[in-house]
């Protein structure tokens, strides 16, 4: 045997450039050094740091801050974990609080999967496809298959999903609102394809510029980039809008028009606080009937989850798409890709059901239900009101007015000694910004340059779901001392 | 306005090549059939199929045929998802079984999880990854660190992650098993990277030949390919075999001269019937004692699951990595990975704490767990032994003895007139072979032509998870009528 060789075979020089250059802002550095913290004051240490708790409103992770899980949801699961328990009817009711409906809910999806242990279908147990499909038919008042549903590992695996089927070459690009959530370009840099950003409309409460857009698509055309789709969320991340029906609109003519698919991100579908959601579903529906036609070649790809809304359950990781207009040969590459991770975790799926399918009025578990769900949205709204007053309070810092989603994004001006003090440390200034209140408060947000934003401003997302007002406060407190400091 | 395009954006022409390129064939063609006739039989219709069940002999999902969960896992996941039951202690232990360590268990997981409805760490949760730890130090002997432990959703994602930190460029290579479990090849497709074979060997109980090794990877290397790893499955999938600590050492030696990772794919690491299982990490470590200094360089990725063993809870989608000897630099980029899809499912996290540390002797919980436990064991090894006496029954059959994992895969000689007809239907003969066997019994299995063989020879993979003994006497009669119709 020869002398063996004292390299390592990988290096941060050799491995997947793809990978290293991706950049994914919201669990990144600040968040790292957040749980840090987090550690050490768990530990009864961190006597030194200047605050006594730590606020993760750098992501939208419910229960791990106030949101209790909907007992619906989480009764039925424990029966689906053990069984056994469903032979116990008289406990469940009598001792223990348990409606009928839980466990018929309960019966009735280990019949569709057999057991939470047991591989499903790589798209997801049949069923429980069926059921997101009636969902979507009363949500939109138009028909829809379970055929064309593929659960999902969160809406996150489903994006990877669309965007691994789509991005064909380095060429192929991928329309993406500026600022947004940055799975997009993290994907698309692991898949060396291009993001086209479109900016949204601060001005215009985050909305969708067509004008924008339309320039954007065609300065990429002229590069020689093959444009193959537009993603939109809506309600925003991070920007905390709500689309209006003509933005959803103008969205798919222009998508119709050019021939790329509408990739929709309706996750935060029911965090909504300001008008209604409209989803990019319906909007085509109504289209194709007002316009006979005109838009049956277009295809659409809608994403939702169990993370967000009311339902909160992200550590379960459940989701779907709806696969519109498809062609079924395309849509046979996404079942193989798919399947090669076998198929998303099967609990996962049964909230999904649950979500879609929550106990209707007159039924055992509808009460309190429906008292659990008002409350989390109350609760919400309540806060992200809360936020946004303090928000104009703060010298140098706009936010608009709370619309959707769980997070705002205000944008703040920074004195001009911070922002040379930002660049002698080498980061942005408001990822400078963003450690300093970490640093003095515990609070932990994320700069808007993780998500993009137009040159020369600076924002930071904040989600509105921590309890209490005292960290805001806490962020008040900073601003002005940070202020003072710099000015 | 222009008239819009006919055309649709994705068509089978111009999506990702790499994705169409890539083949599982686990769950390809044949599954779907055997889909469609459970469905049928499922509806009542169905009276003109020669079987009246089918049986999914495919694929290693243990509780979708006769595996019961363990009792212990399941009831402390019952209370992880509705822990308000904590707080009925008299009634889980008077009236539904459960003992003190259940709960003792479920109250320390939610304190490490807070719930199991939340994002965790993406890395996983640290006191499970400590947990882990422990479990690798108590199996092996040597020092492991919480700290080097990825917490993945299920193994497989554990592979695609390492292959896409790996895979730097079209020229990287691969060293894979050929049969293999074709999660490597299809990875690879997608990565648009190389597989660069090599093959095991049959006649030796499916063990590895360093020389053909060595073979593979210098004319890899001569073929300008960059190899960066070799893949080893142990025990074995699709082959069932159990590797020696000869096998295990000559490998390590190897990678070691030639400054190549390691990547043990250790699933079936309880699933041995012959001989003892030895884990890559005591071997390095061993090796390291031996002759220190001249392995340190050495990388090792090790993965394992909650799939399979005894627990055998796929659905659940839970496993874990342990990186040894990694660059802390390329740790951080695995890191950043893993991230952008948040985390593994959280749930799946705790059953995999619950398998790396199950009911000791003496605690309530453990009489039951052993039994349970042994129990399965014994009903695997029994039902191994009998389809291999079945296979030694039929004619141009050969199979190597059950050793390990979850499978066998018997070679099979086909009637000339048979190949000729799988010809004229463009499939190869294996393939022809399963659909005959698909179609006439209602048995799943999966054609060797999916795992890779070497030419010529023509093999299937069964499980022999699916309960009784009627399916193998079904294959046994089908084998014999297919011989005589061919011959």
Chains 1, 2 share one sequence.
């Not at 790589?122 to 496809?129: C, E, F, L, V, W």
């Not at 969205?251 to 698919?261: N, Q, R, S």
Request: aromatic content about 10%; hydrophobic content about 35%; overall charge negative.
């Amino acid at each position: 045997m020869t002398v063996s060789s004292p390299r390592k075979a990988l290096t941060i020089d050799n491995i997947n450039p793809h990978v290293k250059e991706a950049q994914y802002a919201v669990r990144g550095e600040l968040a790292v050094r957040s749980e840090e913290y987090r550690a050490k004051l768990g530990k009864g240490e961190g006597k030194d740091l200047p605050f006594d708790s730590v606020i993760s409103a750098n992501i939208g992770n419910p229960q791990q801050l106030d949101q209790k899980p909907i007992t619906f949801f989480r009764q039925v699961a424990s029966l689906l974990e053990n069984p056994t328990l469903i032979e116990h009817e008289d406990v469940l009711i009598n001792s223990l609080g348990y409606k009928s409906d839980v466990i018929e809910r309960a019966k009735w999806l280990l019949k569709e999967v057999k057991s939470v242990g047991a591989y499903s279908q790589s798209q997801g147990a049949p069923g429980i496809r069926e059921s997101v499909a009636k969902f979507i038919e009363r949500r939109d008042g138009y028909p829809a298959s379970g055929k064309d549903i593929y659960l999902s590992n969160g809406a996150s695996s489903g994006v990877n999903t669309l965007l691994h089927i789509m991005c064909a070459k380095p060429e192929s690009g991928i329309l993406v609102p500026i600022p947004q959530y940055p799975l997009y370009t993290a994907t698309l840099s692991v898949l060396d394809a291009r993001c086209v950003p479109y900016y949204l409309e601060e001005s215009q409460a985050w909305g969708t510029n067509l004008k924008a857009i339309e320039e954007s698509y065609n300065k990429a055309i002229e590069e020689g980039t093959d444009v193959k789709a537009i993603v939109i969320i809506n309600p925003g991340n991070p920007t905390g809008a709500s689309l209006s029906a003509e933005d959803i609109r103008a969205v798919l003519k222009f998508a119709a028009e050019k021939g790329i698919v509408v990739m929709a991100d309706e996750v935060y579908q029911t965090n909504v606080f300001l008008g209604e959601f409209i989803s990019f579903k319906k909007a085509l529906r109504d289209l194709q009937k007002e316009e006979p036609g005109k838009y049956d070649h277009l295809e659409l790809a809608s994403l939702h989850s169990i993370s967000k809304g009311m339902v909160g359950e992200c550590g379960h990781r459940g989701g779907y798409f709806e696969l519109v207009g498809f062609d079924p040969k395309v849509a046979a590459e996404v079942y193989k890709f798919i399947s090669i991770q076998l198929c998303p975790p099967v609990l996962g799926q049964c909230i999904v059901e649950v979500m879609v399918n929550p106990p209707k009025e007159g039924e055992p578990s509808y009460e309190l239900y429906k008292k659990e769900y008002d409350g989390i949205f109350g609760d919400l709204k309540a806060r992200a009101n809360a936020l946004f007053e303090a928000f104009k309070q703060m010298e140098g810092v706009e936010c608009q007015s709370p619309a959707g989603s769980m997070y705002l994004f205000p944008t703040i001006t920074l004195p001009k000694k911070a922002i040379e003090q930002a660049k002698k440390e080498g980061r942005q200034p408001d990822e400078f910004y963003c450690f300093r209140l970490l640093d003095a408060t515990g609070v932990c947000v994320v700069a808007g340059s993780g998500f993009g934003q137009k040159e020369g401003t600076l924002h930071f997302r904040t989600t509105f779901l921590a309890p209490g007002t005292d960290w805001t406060g806490r962020i008040v407190k900073f601003h002005k001392e940070f202020l003072d400091e710099f000015r």
